[in-house]
């Protein structure tokens, strides 16, 4: 497959096969996905690879967290597509492996009457580590399709972050986001793109 193909192709799984990955091939891809590009190069990112009873336990936090979500769905999709995300939060779809994806932890002050450019600067650490963190995750998901993998890039776990937190004894990082991966065991259709997103000036 070309690269473009894997970009349009790629979709969001939320059925997998009762299949393991081999840890092999899951090194090879996460190794590949670390050459993502990072503000200043900082490399601010971390990965934690959960399966087994660890990935049991954090089943919780993931419902306790779509719990949270819900009454959102309920305001932008029809009650079949809420039914079908909820029971996907049970067990996320039979996943094999989580990958916890994870930056540095930054506390800051805001106010509202700060001008873009003061705000971005108390913002900086956070926000270049969490464009560095976003640009990893989307080699992770373009990387696993090119061997046949399936992935769900999930934020709502965020609802639920001090209990995940808990679980893996993490305190000094936050977490970006959870990504399911395994063997698909579903072929969902692709979603229309929405609108006109590139204007061209001066061109």
């Known amino acids: 497959m070309t690269l473009s193909e ?3 192709e790629r979709r969001s799984i939320r059925k997998y096969q009762d299949k393991d990955i081999p840890r092999q091939v899951l090194n090879e891809l996460l190794e590949d996905a670390l050459w993502a590009p990072s503000g200043t190069n900082r490399q601010n990112w971390y990965i934690y690879v959960v399966k087994g009873e660890k990935k049991e336990k954090l ?3 993931m419902l306790q967290a779509s719990q949270v979500l819900k009454p959102k769905l309920d305001k932008l999709f029809p009650e079949k597509i809420v039914e079908i995300t909820m029971n996907f939060f049970k067990r996320l779809g039979g996943a094999p492996v989580l990958l916890l994806v994870y930056m540095p932890k930054h506390t800051y002050d805001l106010s509202k009457d700060m001008s873009l450019s003061e705000r971005y600067k108390v913002e900086y650490d956070r926000f270049t580590n ?3 963190a ?3 995750i989307q080699n992770i998901l373009l990387l696993a399709k090119e061997k046949g993998l399936g992935t769900c890039w ?3 776990p ?3 972050e001090d209990t995940i937190n808990e ?3 993490i305190t000094d990082m936050e977490l970006v986001s959870v990504v399911t991966i395994g063997y698909p065991n579903e072929d969902p259709p692709a979603p229309r793109r929405k609108g006109e ?3 061209w000036i001066g061109y």
Do not use: C, P, V
């Open 154 to 156: 999930l934020t709502a």
């Open 197 to 199: 997103k590139i204007e």
């Open 59 to 61: 089943f919780k936090s």
């Open 130 to 132: 969490s464009l560095s």
């Open 167 to 169: 679980e893996m004894g």
């Open 6 to 8: 894997i970009i349009r």
């Open 158 to 160: 965020k609802h639920a």
């Open 134 to 136: 976003s640009a990893l």
